[in-house]
């Protein structure tokens, strides 16, 4: 028997813990705000402001220092490699691929919230508990190679700024992990009926499930050697993204995903537009907070980023390497060491 809406309206409280899955009375919370139009509204809200604050967090944290917590690492957090909005985003609507070439998909933290909203109306992220994917400190760029596959970008003193020498201060390590989206018939037929939606759920679509490898990351901190000095460049290096789907062929999930209501028209627009399904990896940027255009670097389709203020950053694919360049202040800084630093 289905549950039955509550007689009276939970509080804020009780929303957000509705929200983080650890209401105890969850599925008649559930009955209760898909009959309730004020809580709906409430629960929108709450999940914009989530997103707006951890997307704010992450892109002013950035790589987070081990020694100290308190500097703008913004514009790397978001390009190496992504927040945890952004990660999201990636995970449950990138069709499978191997990624060849990055470019920025542009989204509000309202949109972020209505994507969030209709993926969870499809199906469950998997797996249940979170991903441990912070990066980890270690002594040296060597420690580093020793752990992971990967060419580490470094940096000639020649292109740093003045008074921030080439060795790393901070050397830190993330290794690979992998997650995933699993869509469910029923959970679906439920969300469109509510919606009053007539799209036709094609077979083999209950249990699908797309999973998302992140790859081995690390990133190079450089500090300015002169405490009066702000200058701070993050060099990171990532292997490429791979997606795979088990069960509906990849075309399938992608045409009936265009069609679910929720999803933010212009977001499926972008994603088209950038052919996801040829090897272009979306980049979320999130215009609540940073800037971010397509441009080039060494002729390699690229993503820029600026945080007014703050500083400004580059990323982008060569071969199965990704690499990202972010720099404290003039914007110059960042493109002068990305472009020598590629291919």
Known sequence: MSAQPMSNHPDLGTLRAYLDHEAPD???LTAHVRACL???????????DAMTVTAHLDVLAGLRSTSDGGS???????????TPAGRAVAADLLSA???????????TADQAAELEEALYGLGE??????VDNSMKPVASVEEAAAMVPLDIAQPEASVLPEGVDAVADEVLVSKSFTVGFEFDEEKTKSYMQDLGSQVQIPDGYDGTTLTVTYPDAVALVYLADDDTSDAEVIVGT????????DGLSLPQLQSFLEQVPGIPDDLMKQLND??????????????DYITGENTEV???????????????GYLWQESDRIIGVAAVGDEYEAEKIAESLAD
């Open 38 to 48: 004020e809580c709906t509204r409430e629960i929108r809200t709450l999940r914009a």
């Open 238 to 245: 990532a292997g490429a993204v791979s997606v795979n789907s």
């Open 72 to 82: 703008p690492r913004g514009v790397v957090g978001i390009g190496m490699l992504s």
């Open 97 to 107: 691929f191997h990624s060849e070439q990055v470019a920025a998909v542009r989204l």
């Open 125 to 130: 992220p998997k797996p249940d508990e979170p």
């Open 26 to 28: 969850h599925d008649q």
């Open 274 to 287: 950038i052919n996801v399904l040829e090897g272009t990896l979306p980049i979320p940027i999130p215009t």
């Open 298 to 312: 060494g002729g390699n389709p690229a993503v820029k980023f600026a945080q007014p203020g703050v500083g400004s």
